[in-house]
């Protein structure tokens, strides 16, 4: 019985030893993945795909999983929506945004989705995004779909 408590006493402080070494080994791989933060406030530019002009915003991505959106399209555009990281490290987003006419009247809605990827500096970051746009009925009348591009706003203290 003596030899055997010894034996425990040496192989489970090993086997404890190395697994927090393989441990803190997955971590940097674990950021080579792609695992890096989205949180935080962003200057995104969008380009249309679909021929529409190139539109900039700024988003702010919380860590709660809200993320919300103020962009510089006519009468000016406030969107919110909800996201959440996938496995790959990429960011899935849904937001949705009210449309206007000419006079700033609503005239529908539209629902944007947003794949995201946090680039190796943690202050970038690129992705696609399609947008169905609705009448107030919520009939479909089209869809626009790109890319972007973000750089991070760091604070200035």
Same mark, same amino acid.
């Given at each position: ?80 929506? &909800? #996201? ?8 899935? !987003? ?5 449309? =206007?006419?000419?006079? +700033? @009247?609503v005239n529908g809605h ?13 202050? &970038? #970051? ?8 609705? !009448? ?5 009348? =089209?869809?626009?779909? +790109? @890319? ?10």
């Open positions: 019985m003596q030899k055997e408590h010894k034996h425990c006493n040496r192989t489970i402080p090993g086997l404890l030893t190395a697994l927090v070494l393989v441990c803190l080994g997955l971590a940097p791989a674990t950021q080579a993945a792609g695992h890096r933060s989205i949180v935080g406030m962003w200057s995104v530019h969008y380009v249309s795909n679909a021929g529409f002009p190139d539109a900039s915003a700024y988003i702010q991505w919380h860590s709660d999983g809200l993320e919300f959106e103020g962009a510089n399209v006519a009468p000016g555009a406030f969107c919110q929506g &909800t #996201y959440k990281q996938a496995r790959d490290g990429s960011y899935h !987003d849904y937001h949705i945004a009210w449309t =206007f006419d000419s006079t +700033g @009247t539209w629902d944007e989705t947003m794949v995201t990827t946090v680039g190796t500096d943690g202050n &970038t #970051y690129s992705g696609t995004y399609v947008r169905d746009f609705y !009448d107030v009925n919520g009939n479909f009348l =089209f869809e626009d779909n +790109g @890319t972007m591009t973000a750089t991070r706003l760091n604070p200035e203290y």
